[in-house]
Every structure is written in structure tokens, then in C-alpha cells.
T-cell receptor, first 113, second 112 residues
Framework: GENVEQHPSTLSVQEGDSAVIKCTYS??????FPWYKQELGKGPQLIIDIRSNVGEKKDQRIAVTLNKTAKHFSLHITETQPEDSAVYFC????????????FGEGTQLTVNP | NAGVMQNPRHLVRRRGQEARLRCSPM?????VYWYRQLPEEGLKFMVY????????ESGMPKERFSAEFPKEGPSILRIQQVVRGDSAAYFC??????????FGPGTRLTVT
């Protein structure tokens, strides 16, 4: 089955700096890679995703890159703000009907004002 | 358009009791997934259901756990004879046949 590893487990940055979170996956059949943000006491919220037919996707301050050859993908947050503080999870999926997400262990991001 | 709804949000059970967790998917979504999150850990897949069908339960513990998604009403995750190790956050997600999964707010189960 799929195995997703995520690094770092904790990340502390100053407001305005960039934050990068990296994930690797094992199953070459995976072709869908979402990122979720989870605030304390809440459910995961989908913030961006990428499919294997593209190498990069950007949405305002958030971008995701994918290297299918190396089986890794990364989340980039620029101009971080205190409200970006949360736990971020990467996941991988074959995206066939009903396929299930395999999650990384999460990164606790703290943005210091 | 309401999102995925779960209830109760918090549930306290004594060891040996039963826990029932409910999930109503987003409107138009026919697929429901249950995930479990232990403290300080990521989410682990438990089961995937469509209406009246369990499609994949490979992540469910072999005993005490069951799930259903009836023709009418919410999906139910049932845990019989709960033990302290069942204490966790249980999240439901829903999706169309192929597409993004959207998560509910979760049910936090505490077993005393």
C-alpha cells in the first residue's frame, strides 16, 4: 500500500517569511496530492491540490510542486501570517472511484508575529 | 450548501459502552469515508461506503467496529464495548464518485 512521509514535524517562522513542507510517497500509481490545513479542534480543510499531469500549482500565497520521478511534492506558503498557524497534512491518492487518502503525519506550523 | 455534518461533536463513554457516531455528507455526494486521528498523529483510513454498500473496510479493526450508510439517513460508525484505546477524533469525509474529499468537524470520543 501507499506510504506518505512528511517533514518537518514542526516548523516555526517569523511573520512574512516563507514556509516549506515536504512529502514523499511510495506508490507510483498515486496521481492526486491534496494538502489539508487543520486548526485546533476542527476538521481538515482542503487548501490546495495537484494532479500528476502538472508540476506546479499556485493559489495566491500558497503553491504546491510535484516531482513524479522522485515521488515527492511540497507545499510553499509565502508571506506567512499568524493565521496560517495550524497543522498541515499532505496526502496521496490514486483518485479512482472511492480510493482512499493516505496521509502524512502532519506539520505543526507556527507563525510568530 | 451545507458542508459535511457530524454529531455529536464530543462523546464520553465508559469502558464497555457503545458509541454511535453520525455523518451526513455534503449535498450531492454519494461517497462517505471514515478516518480516525489519534492524538498527535495523522488521519488513518477506516472505511469507505456508498449508499447501502460497504466498498472498502480494510482499515477497520476486525472486532467491535462497524459502519453503515443506509438508503435514508446519515452514515453511522458504531463502536461496541469501547476501550480506552478507542479515544480519538473520528472524521467523516464525503466526495462525489471521483473528486476531492471534504471533511466534517469530527467527533471527539473520550473513553473513561
Amino acid at each position: 500500500g501507499e506510504n506518505v512521509e512528511q517533514h518537518p514535524s514542526t516548523l516555526s517562522v517569523q511573520e512574512g517569511d516563507s514556509a516549506v513542507i515536504k512529502c514523499t510517497y511510495s506508490d507510483s500509481a498515486s496521481n492526486y496530492f491534496p494538502w489539508y490545513k487543520q486548526e485546533l479542534g476542527k476538521g481538515p480543510q482542503l487548501i490546495i491540490d495537484i494532479r500528476s499531469n502538472v508540476g506546479e500549482k499556485k493559489d495566491q500565497r500558497i503553491a504546491v510542486t510535484l516531482n513524479k520521478t522522485a515521488k515527492h511534492f511540497s507545499l510553499h506558503i509565502t508571506e506567512t501570517q499568524p493565521e496560517d498557524s495550524a497543522v498541515y497534512f499532505c496526502a496521496a491518492d490514486e483518485e479512482t472511484s472511492g480510493s482512499r487518502l493516505t496521509f502524512g503525519e502532519g506539520t505543526q506550523l507556527t507563525v510568530n508575529p | 450548501n451545507a458542508g459535511v455534518m457530524q454529531n455529536p461533536r464530543h462523546l464520553v463513554r465508559r469502558r464497555g459502552q457503545e458509541a454511535r457516531l453520525r455523518c451526513s455528507p455534503m449535498k450531492g455526494h454519494s461517497h462517505v469515508y471514515w478516518y480516525r486521528q489519534l492524538p498527535e498523529e495523522g488521519l488513518k483510513f477506516m472505511v469507505y461506503l456508498q449508499k447501502e454498500n460497504i466498498i472498502d473496510e480494510s482499515g477497520m479493526p476486525k472486532e467491535r467496529f462497524s459502519a453503515e450508510f443506509p438508503k435514508e439517513g446519515p452514515s453511522i460508525l458504531r463502536i461496541q464495548q469501547v476501550v480506552r484505546g478507542d479515544s480519538a477524533a473520528y472524521f467523516c469525509a464525503s466526495s462525489p464518485p471521483v473528486g476531492e474529499q471534504y471533511f466534517g468537524p469530527g467527533t471527539r470520543l473520550t473513553v473513561t
